[in-house]
Each structure stands twice: as structure tokens, then as C-alpha cells.
């Protein structure tokens, strides 16, 4: 089974410019998180969608930050513009519902290698 | 506000002894996750903890789950070099959402 894939890797660009990163998750998975790790933390979730619904974008900064799901498989997040504190690794995450023989659901999430991302 | 906090945030040990990795959450929440992660990769999931009482293990690691007390600790069993990494625990929600610690900074030294 393929992993959650991202693109690209590596970016670098410079303050108020614009970037956008993609991310495929694993096939079947109907629920996608991105989270974004600043250096020395822990991963924080930016947005969750379930298909191509958003189910929290609490902690989203919409007014620089967006992203889209379109027909609830690929997705991508976008910055404009970049400011030097959006430095970080930004990780897509998937995962599908399972059932458990406790009745409990798992929401086991599957991470990406990550973009990292450098603002100068 | 759910809060997750690991203790302790740097742990250096020697090889061949035992350590504990506690992680206290501040919000009622039956599940628990644990992720491990190498410099400059990405998250592996370790273990997920559904229920109270649960406990799984693998290899020299095991991880266990108290709800009341809001507590998950991660035991390392005679430790080797190759555990060397950052571990995370997580608290999730009934739909999927997770709330990670600062994490650990495990280095296992001969």
C-alpha cells in the first residue's frame, strides 16, 4: 500500500511571496489533516477535512492560509502571503475510519514525509 | 483548551536500562497516541490506545492508558541505541482530532 505523498520536499522563498504544497494521501482514506511543526515541537493540526468537507479549521490563519480538498482525494495548502514565523515542516496527514472490537473508533493517522519550509 | 504535556522533554539513558515517558492530558479523552520520530523524517505511529486499563507492547517498548487520571506512559525496556528518537504522544477526539505534546528527546548512549 502506497503512503501519503507530498510535494515538494524542500522550499525556500522569501517573506510576502507566495507557496502552495500538495499532498495524495492513501487510497480509501476519507479524512486528510494538515499540521504544521515548527522546530522543537510537537505537529499542530491546521485543518481536517473528511472528503472534501472541512470538519476544523480552527487554528487556520485564514487570513494568509487556505487550502481545498477537490473531490475529496488530492488537496493543497496554500500561504500568501509567507511571513518569516510560517517557517516550519508542514506534514499531511490521512487516515480511515476503523472500528474496534472495543466499540471505540480509531482514527489512526498515516503522516507524509513533510514539506519543509524556509521563509527569509 | 486541551493541553498535552510529556515529561521529560530531553531523556538521555544508557544502554541496557529502563525509563519511563509519562504524558499527562487535560481533557476527558479515551484515546491515545504515540508516534515516533527520526531527525528530519516524518511521524511513525507506535502504538494507539483506545480504552482505559489498555496496554500494548513491541519490542522494548510498552505503552499504557489511564483515563481517570488522565495519564499514558510509554516504558523503555532495557534501551539500545536504535530507540534514539523524538516520541510524541497524542490525545485524540471522538472524530479524529489529535492534540500533540512537545515531545521527547530520547538519546540511548553506550
Known amino acids: 500500500e502506497a503512503g501519503v505523498a507530498q510535494s515538494p520536499r524542500y522550499k525556500i522563498i522569501e517573506k510576502r511571496q507566495s507557496v502552495a504544497f500538495w499532498c495524495n494521501p492513501i487510497s480509501g482514506h476519507a479524512t486528510l489533516y494538515w499540521y504544521q511543526q515548527i522546530l522543537g515541537q510537537g505537529p499542530k493540526l491546521l485543518i481536517q477535512?473528511?472528503?472534501?468537507?472541512?470538519?476544523?479549521d480552527s487554528q487556520l490563519p485564514k487570513d494568509r492560509f487556505s487550502a481545498e480538498r477537490l473531490k475529496g482525494v488530492d488537496s493543497t495548502l496554500k500561504i500568501q502571503p509567507a511571513k518569516l514565523e510560517d517557517s516550519a515542516v508542514y506534514l499531511c496527514?490521512?487516515?480511515?475510519?476503523?472500528?474496534?472490537?472495543?466499540?471505540?473508533?480509531?482514527?489512526?493517522?498515516?503522516f507524509g514525509p513533510g514539506t519543509r519550509l524556509t521563509v527569509t | 483548551e486541551l493541553k498535552v504535556e510529556q515529561n521529560p522533554l530531553f531523556l538521555s539513558m544508557q544502554e541496557g536500562k529502563n525509563y519511563t515517558i509519562y504524558c499527562n492530558y487535560s481533557?476527558?479523552?479515551?484515546?491515545l497516541y504515540w508516534y515516533r520520530q527520526d531527525p528530519g523524517k516524518s511521524l511513525e505511529s507506535l502504538f494507539v490506545l483506545l480504552s482505559n486499563g489498555a496496554v500494548k507492547q513491541e519490542g522494548r517498548l510498552m505503552a499504557s492508558l489511564d483515563t481517570k487520571a488522565r495519564l499514558s506512559t510509554l516504558h523503555i525496556t532495557a534501551a539500545v541505541h536504535d530507540l534514539s528518537a523524538t516520541y510524541f504522544c497524542?490525545?485524540?477526539?471522538?472524530?479524529?482530532?489529535?492534540?500533540f505534546g512537545q515531545g521527547t528527546i530520547l538519546t540511548v548512549h553506550p
Open positions: 497524542a490525545s485524540g477526539t471522538s472524530y479524529g482530532k489529535l492534540t
Open positions: 481533557t476527558t479523552s479515551d484515546r
Open positions: 496527514a490521512s487516515s480511515s475510519l476503523r472500528a474496534t472490537g472495543t466499540g471505540v473508533r480509531s482514527y489512526e493517522q498515516y
Open positions: 477535512f473528511q472528503n472534501n468537507g472541512v470538519v476544523d
